[in-house]
């Protein structure tokens, strides 16, 4: 292919290898890419997305045989609208299945200017990613512990995000095998999150039309009603699935399994990371215990927001307790409300907006969206727990 062809593309080389560096850089040179940035030495974890938007990068080319555990941990960390490709001169099967499952789109073994190119048209071909996208938002919304309220705040967030003027709001439930979002809506789908998976290559808007389901004014993909059809959250699939739903919606939460079962390889492309827990010790501890394997997995805690639910002052740890605990600060804490869930999981219906939880959920959203501009709610406790009415 004519040496140009190519010119759309804007690469970072992460290579400490200099041999190695010196041939892809050449490669790529003679392809006709402009605006090539190297770096010599691996980045920091957590820290591979912020070089790739600051030197405006839609490729990364990753040296995978310098440091190979410490390399498939940042290919994680690259998001989904970034190809990479991954570079070793041993053509390795099994280390090119591991990079494939972390979310490589391309392998090189023999580093020349026509491998390069080829690997090149195929990425265009595959995704024509360099067309402009919209700028749709996706949260994870993980739980410290189990039955810490986080899939009853994804339902209500989702909701609240479309009244706060989100367009067209998406949420998938990724937990196969204590999914709540259908008994939550009272829902009875005849497909779910396992399904898309399974098309996910053939995925477009008439199929994907009799996979969502339309309710209280977002769209909902569920988890499998048996949970014996339990989804693998394979992250490579997902990040396809997220290119589709990225073009078709404006916020994308994902309600998502703890972090020992598979919900970090699907949290690490996310562009927002709401960590889930109560103020209680036992929930506090394990919650803790997740951040660290979070951080095992290439998560930077500085990712991470921190989300209290059922939240009383009266009884369970306080806000500068919880910090101290976890060394991270509340991100929110959202009022203890238990009648008005409660009551709105037995009819089916949202949480009412005009509750203690509903209003911390709204504040939530504002913050999320940039939208919380007002004076009174930032004077409020994170600008997210209500007044109460005096008396």
Not at 108 to 121: K, M, R, W
Not at 123 to 140: D, M
Not at 238 to 266: K, M, T
Not at 275 to 292: D, F, G, K, P, Q
Request: aromatic share 4%; net charge neutral.
């Amino acid at each position: 292919m004519a040496a140009g062809a190519h010119k759309h593309w804007i690469p970072l080389i992460v290579c400490p290898a200099p041999d190695m560096a010196a041939k892809i850089r050449s490669a790529l040179s003679e392809l006709g890419c402009a605006g090539i940035v190297q770096v010599a030495q691996y980045p920091r974890a957590g820290t591979l997305g912020d070089v790739l938007a600051k030197a405006g990068s839609n490729i990364c080319f990753l040296d995978i045989a310098s440091n190979e555990e410490q390399a498939l941990l940042l290919i994680s960390e690259v998001p989904p609208e970034v190809s990479l490709v991954a570079l070793n001169p041993r053509n390795e099967a099994d280390l090119i299945l591991r990079c494939l499952r972390r979310g490589a789109s391309e392998f090189i073994s023999d580093i020349t200017a026509e491998q390069t190119a080829g690997a090149l048209a195929r990425l265009t071909r595959r995704h024509s990613h360099l067309a402009p996208r919209k700028s749709a938002i996706v949260y994870a919304l993980l739980p410290g512990k189990p039955g810490c309220g986080a899939s009853t705040l994804a339902a209500s967030l989702s909701i609240a995000l479309k009244q706060e003027g989100t367009s067209k709001v998406l949420l998938v439930d990724a937990d196969s095998l204590t999914g709540t979002i259908a008994f939550l809506f009272k829902l009875r789908p005849d497909f779910h999150l396992g399904d898309a998976i399974r098309d996910c290559k053939r995925m477009d808007a008439d199929l994907w039309g009799r996979l969502a389901m339309p309710c209280n004014g977002i769209e909902v993909l569920p988890a499998p009603e048996n949970p014996a059809l339990r989804v693998d959250l394979d992250r490579q699939v997902i990040q396809e699935l997220l290119l589709f739903w990225r073009e078709n919606y404006d916020a994308i939460l994902l309600d998502l399994p703890g972090a020992h079962s598979g919900g970090c390889e699907v949290a690490q492309i996310a562009d927002e990371i709401l960590l889930i827990t109560t103020n209680e010790l036992a929930a506090l501890h394990a919650t803790r215990r997740s951040m660290e394997w979070l951080e095992r997995t290439g998560i930077d805690r500085g990712r991470l927001k921190l989300v209290v639910t059922r939240y009383t002052p009266a009884t369970g740890l306080k806000r500068d307790d919880i910090e101290t605990a976890l060394k991270l600060k509340p991100y929110a804490l959202l009022e203890n409300d238990y009648e008005a869930v409660q009551n709105a999981a037995l009819d089916g219906k949202p949480i009412p907006a005009s509750s203690h939880f509903g209003r911390s959920v709204q504040h939530l959203a504002e913050r999320l969206t940039g939208r919380d501009t007002s004076s009174t709610q930032r004077a409020r406790l994170f600008g997210l727990l209500p007044l109460k009415k005096p008396g």
